[in-house]
Each structure stands twice: as structure tokens, then as C-alpha cells.
């Protein structure tokens, strides 16, 4: 086997198998990345460690066929040292049972593994497929993202769900993720090939690796989403004319019903122009040190005060001017840095926060104009819940 490839291209599809494959294992295969020629101009890399698998399809030349398993970390991190301009030329020579990597005057003699010892790469029945927009399917994963859980006890919070359906005569995937303290849910536009989409469940790790997946992808390519047995695949074309696969295995179980939580009855509206309230927040948010980070909303009138208290500290607070639609003054507290986190997440100039009681479910969307651009427009169908925390100082 002999094949030349650019640095640029060999180092962007072993940097995905490195984020893939198993680092300490009984069975060093695991660790490996399958190369194996296609044709005279294509070179299929595959990783995997039996719970995601991506394959990357990069342009090369191809003076000899065939294939072997090289460690994917060792072979990664010889690439990343090398000149970014340079050319790499991977020789295989069975005689000294060893992979030679060239470029300029750098050589490395690397042992390999049989092509046959990598685990075989089953075929998944596919039951349905569908495409989306690049740049709008990692814009909402980076949004839902903040609120999935990290309680290894609760495995179906663990990541985030995803469904078809048809929101006011719109064909919509809505991705949801929820800790139980907080819920975010987005929905972009999707196809009727995605009708009939069960509910499934993707792992926070999953989330992140498709996630460094898509930033590979340049906005206005598209993903092909595709359902299969117990599997979720994504298929897109990556910068520097790589194409890639993505596959992981779905969390099973039931995700908890959220939508009752997004269509509470919250009368008290509060409008504020986002940014300042994020700055005021994360200011106030300075002083709070203790379990709870609680920090406290008094609202009267169009009137807004943060305030946060330490025993350690001490205390600060700061007053906005908002837009206050109720009658009666509220005071109410959240985990400040919960709550922040979420704001951060509101890409409008204005928010719209809805509160019921001191106690109850509140809601939090951006305000959209008729007049923001169409991706935003795209993604304004973003909803927050955050359940307070008590109020425990005055």
C-alpha cells in the first residue's frame, strides 16, 4: 500500500478519530485507526469504539491498494508535527511488518495491525432519513446543550431527545434537553421525509462529538440525518473536500414529558433588552459564593433589581429599566449561574421572561422582529423553562 496525502487533510480525519477511540484498552486494535484504499484518488479512515463509529472518506493519490490498523493517537500526533504545507506518503511494507510516514526530510517507521483484526462494521437497516441545514443544526445543539444533565444516575437526561413534529403547519426536529432544574427546546425546520421520527435519545458525549464534527462543515452544506436500529447516523461533506460519517448508538429508555412544563399559564411578563440584563446579572452574580448561587428578581412596576448575598463577600445588587406587565410586585430567585447560562443562549436584542408565582415554572424566549434575518428567524422557535430556587434572603 502506498498513498500521498496533504497534512491539512490526514491531520482533520485523525483528529476525529482521536476524539473516537479508546485510549487504554485490553484489545489495542480499539486504539487503531482502519486505512484502507478505495480507489486510485480515495482512502476510507474508520474508528470506532463499538458505541460511535465515524468513517472519513480524503481525497489522495494511490499508487498501491490495501489496508492495515495504525494507533490513531501516535499516528495523530506525528501528523500534527509535521509542516502544514507538506505531503505525507504512507508506505506499507509487510516485510518489516511496519507503516513508513514521510515528509521532507522526517521518516517514522510505525508498527500496524492486520486490517482483518478491526472489528467489523455492522450495516444498520435504515428507517428513515432526512436532511437539515448545517449551520442551524449546530446552532440549536450549542443551545439545548446547556441544559443536559451530568447525573450519571439518569442516563435518559444524559444527552439530548429528538423528534419530528408539525409546529403551526411547519414540519419541525425540536431538540430538547432538560437537568429537571432546566429545560431547553429548539426547533428548526426540517423536511416531511422526517414524518414519522420516533422520540430518540443522543448522549451528552455523543452531542460533543457531532458537534466538533460540525465544525468542520462550512454553513451552507447540509447534514443527512438517518435513523437507524438503536443508531443515529449523520453524513455530511467536511472542509478540504473529506467526507464523513457519523454514527452512534442511542440511549434507550423514555425521556421525561416536557411539554407541560413549556405551556404553563405565566401572566406576569417581563421584557428586557438582553444584553444588559446578561452584563448586570453576571456582575451581581460576582459576590455569590454559596451552595445555592441564589440570587433574588424584585420586580415592581418597570422596575428590575438584582440582588446576591455571601456570607463570605457580601452582597451587590443593580436596577434595570424594563418592561414589567403585571400588577403586583414579584420576588423571586433562581441559581444565578443556571439562569445566566440560559440568557447567554437568547441571540435577540430583547428577552421575554414570564413568571407565575415565586415558586412555579418560569419561561424564557427571545423577542423576535420581523425584520431579523432569516437564520434567526430559523431559530426562533427557542423556549427555556428554569424552576426557582427559595427565597432566602431578602
Known amino acids: 500500500m502506498k498513498v500521498l496525502v496533504k497534512q491539512n487533510v490526514l491531520a482533520q480525519v485523525l483528529a476525529h478519530a482521536n ?9 489495542p486494535v480499539l486504539g487503531c485507526v482502519l486505512i484502507e484504499t478505495i480507489d486510485d484518488k480515495n482512502v476510507r479512515v474508520t474508528s470506532t469504539n463499538l458505541d460511535m463509529t465515524v468513517i472519513d472518506i480524503m481525497p489522495c493519490t494511490v499508487d498501491l491498494q490495501g489496508a492495515y490498523c495504525i494507533p490513531a493517537s501516535l ?10 504545507n507538506s505531503e505525507i506518503l504512507l508506505v506499507k511494507s509487510e516485510e518489516m511488518n511496519t507503516i513508513s510516514v514521510t515528509s521532507n526530510k522526517a521518516n517514522f517507521s510505525l508498527h500496524y495491525i492486520e486490517s ?3 472489528p467489523p ?5 435504515h428507517l428513515l432519513s432526512f436532511e437539515l441545514k448545517a449551520s442551524l443544526l449546530k446552532d440549536a445543539l450549542n443551545v439545548a446543550k446547556v441544559s443536559m ?17 408539525n409546529l403551526k403547519g411547519v414540519d419541525s426536529l425540536r431538540i430538547v434537553a432538560t437537568d429537571l432544574f432546566r429545560i431547553a427546546c429548539v426547533s428548526i425546520p426540517v423536511s416531511d421525509d422526517a414524518k414519522g421520527m420516533a422520540p430518540v435519545i443522543i448522549s451528552r458525549r455523543a452531542v460533543g462529538e457531532l458537534l466538533h464534527l460540525l465544525d468542520d462543515v462550512d454553513e451552507t452544506d447540509v447534514v443527512i440525518v438517518t435513523i437507524q436500529n438503536g443508531q ?17 448508538r442511542l440511549i434507550s429508555g423514555a425521556f421525561p414529558d416536557y411539554k407541560m412544563a413549556l405551556n404553563v399559564n405565566n401572566d406576569k411578563v417581563l ?10 446579572l453576571d456582575r451581581v452574580s460576582t459576590v455569590i459564593s454559596d451552595m445555592s448561587n441564589s440570587v433574588k428578581l424584585s420586580l415592581s412596576g418597570n422596575s428590575l433589581t438584582l440582588s446576591g448575598v455571601s456570607r463570605e ?10 418592561n414589567f406587565k403585571s400588577e403586583e410586585p414579584l420576588d423571586i430567585c433562581f441559581n444565578s449561574r443556571y439562569l445566566l447560562e440560559l440568557l447567554k443562549q437568547i441571540n435577540s436584542k430583547e428577552v421575554l421572561i414570564s413568571f407565575n408565582t415565586s415558586s412555579s415554572p418560569t419561561v424564557i424566549k427571545p423577542v423576535v422582529e420581523e425584520k431579523d434575518d432569516k437564520e434567526k428567524s430559523e431559530l426562533a422557535d427557542t423556549t427555556f423553562v428554569i424552576m426557582p430556587v427559595e427565597l432566602i434572603h431578602s
Open 116 to 118: 482483518g483484526e478491526f
Open 313 to 322: 463577600f457580601g452582597s451587590a445588587t443593580e436596577t434595570l429599566e424594563i
Open 75 to 84: 499516528l495523530y500526533d506525528i501528523t500534527k508535527k509535521l509542516n502544514a
Open 19 to 27: 476524539r473516537i477511540v479508546e485510549k487504554r484498552l485490553a484489545t
Open 121 to 125: 462494521i455492522a450495516k444498520q437497516e
Open 271 to 280: 421584557v428586557a433588552d438582553t444584553e444588559e440584563l446578561v452584563d448586570a
Open 149 to 165: 444533565s451530568q447525573d450519571s444516575a439518569r442516563i435518559q437526561l444524559n444527552g439530548i431527545n429528538m423528534h419530528y413534529e
Open 232 to 248: 443515529i447516523m449523520f453524513e455530511t461533506s467536511l472542509k478540504n473536500g473529506v467526507q464523513s460519517s457519523y454514527s452512534t
